[in-house]
């Protein structure tokens, strides 16, 4: 069966039918890296790395790059034409520091949390400040083809009107906006709806130069540059959260066409939103969670995993304490018939044909509900009748490890059942863990040589990194 994914562009279910057959190139949309990624945040995240997962299960080469956004992304971002502050710098100012300062800690602890729910490692996680002049190139390009204008002394707009295509992925068409159009009118625009590529504000603090003057890149430009130098002008698959859908993959979209560099991505995934006791988050009301808020009240990074993976990502997901409660136990049950089978593995077992046909049948059952879209609840209930009955009958020997064999061709998908449990203390220093990274993505990239040079790095310093279907481990040996 051929995975199936909702593609937002088309409101329909459609095959994945990569560009380049045999490889699938995704682009995710990162963090904007001015504080602690919340879980609303990152079930958009987990969405991806489940999509990445069940792709590279299937056999296909992946090459998966994620942003990170540290500059550029205002404070009122919910139209086009994004104004107010910049997140970044209007948390520097309230800790008193520099905004590129508050960048690098924002994208250690987005790292970090990703480390702690398991994520597999993208190829590339480019950051907006690196690639400037590539954003300005795509601008440059827009306004040789029609597509943008230059207002002087103010910066460089899109011109809306002249992509007939703009609505194609949110249904906020022209005419849609204008008949019930809640933006303000600035003189300076060819039309209320036309959005920055380019500002020029002497107040901000990160900028950079341009043939329109000194200044910085708006919040959208700079996905469209990223997803051309790493995936090409046309890639496979787009993801990220609902909000995203307008205005800023609206945005994308029209920049990254209008620019000429190819048909952009053709399909859209997008995580439906996660409320928390039934309402948006909200810190006033003690409703606002954090990845490291969930770790601190004794959740395991896998424990949180298993939760915001559970639901749909097309479905509204609703998180309560008394909910992750029930998921940490469910969890813990599987990884515990985990722990009974390694045992029971060493026991005398001859292969049992009819346990043989029983856990192919549930393979099959799990990749059907994964490939209708990654349907995660539908699978989880087929991993757990398997585990009751394997739980109730459990096998020894040769029939352990067949069953053994399938939670963890089930785990490739979920990444909760062979992972380790957090342990105080015994967490790995920050250059270790770089190191651990760095070789993940060597190998990847098939560079033998640094991979191994880093693997005998992390020796030296005592910590053995061994290589298995569900990615890098590691153990202290000194």
Not at 367 to 381: K, Q, T
């Amino acid at each position: 069966m051929t995975l199936r994914l909702w593609n937002s562009l088309e409101n329909k279910l459609v095959d994945l039918d990569p560009v380049t057959p045999g490889e699938v190139r995704m682009y995710n949309c990162g963090p904007t890296v001015y504080s602690d990624p919340h879980i609303g945040n990152f079930r958009s995240f987990l969405m991806g790395d489940l999509l990445r997962r069940a792709i590279d299960q299937r056999g296909f080469k992946t090459t998966q790059v994620m942003n990170i956004t540290d500059v550029g992304h205002l404070t009122t971002d919910d139209v086009a034409d994004a104004s107010g502050e910049d997140k970044l710098e209007k948390e520097a100012r309230e800790q008193g520091l520099d905004p590129f300062e508050i960048a690098r800690k924002y994208e250690e602890v987005f790292h970090a949390n990703a480390r702690q729910l398991n994520c597999r490692l993208a190829h590339e996680y480019p950051r907006a400040t690196d690639h400037i002049p590539e954003m300005i190139e795509m601008i440059e390009k827009l306004i040789e083809r029609g597509h943008a204008y230059e207002v002087e002394g103010v910066g460089v707009y899109y011109r809306v009107h002249s992509f007939e295509r703009y609505g194609c992925l949110s249904g906020n068409t022209l005419e849609n906006l204008e008949s019930g159009s809640r933006i303000a009118v600035d003189d300076r625009k060819e039309s209320p709806h036309d959005f920055a590529l380019w500002k020029i504000d002497e107040k901000h603090l990160m900028q950079w130069d341009s043939p329109w003057g000194r200044g910085f890149p708006g919040w959208h430009i700079e996905c469209s540059a990223m997803s051309y130098k790493f995936l090409g002008g046309t890639f496979d698959i787009h993801t990220g959260g609902e909000d995203n859908v307008f205005p800023h993959h609206e945005c994308e979209i029209a920049q990254s066409v209008g620019a000429g560099v190819g048909e952009f991505a053709r399909v859209w995934v997008h995580a439906r939103h996660l409320l928390v006791d039934g309402q948006k988050m909200s810190k006033s009301k003690g409703t606002f969670f954090t990845i490291k808020d969930l770790i601190d009240r004794g959740f395991q990074g896998y424990e949180i995993r298993y939760s915001l993976i559970s639901n749909h990502y097309r479905q509204p997901m609703n998180f309560t304490l008394e909910g992750m409660e029930g998921e940490a136990k469910a969890v813990s049950r599987l990884r515990s018939l985990r722990e009974k089978l390694e045992t029971a593995t060493d026991q005398d077992g001859d292969r049992d044909p009819a346990l043989v046909e029983s856990l192919d049948s549930s393979r099959q059952a799990f990749d059907a509900c994964i490939d209708d879209d990654l349907n995660l609840s539908g699978a989880l209930g087929v991993l757990h009748e398997r585990a009751r009955v394997l739980g109730r009958e459990l096998p020894c020997g040769v029939a352990a490890a067949d069953a053994l064999e399938f939670l963890s061709y089930c785990d490739e998908i979920l990444g909760v059942l062979f992972v380790e449990q957090d342990v105080a203390g015994e967490s790995l220093t920050q250059q270790q863990q770089d190191w651990i990274d760095q070789r993940e993505q060597a190998r990847q990239s098939r560079d033998w040589d640094l991979a191994d040079s880093l693997r005998n790095q992390l020796k030296e310093v005592g910590i053995l990194v061994e290589d298995g279907p569900q990615g890098p481990t590691w153990t202290r040996i000194r």
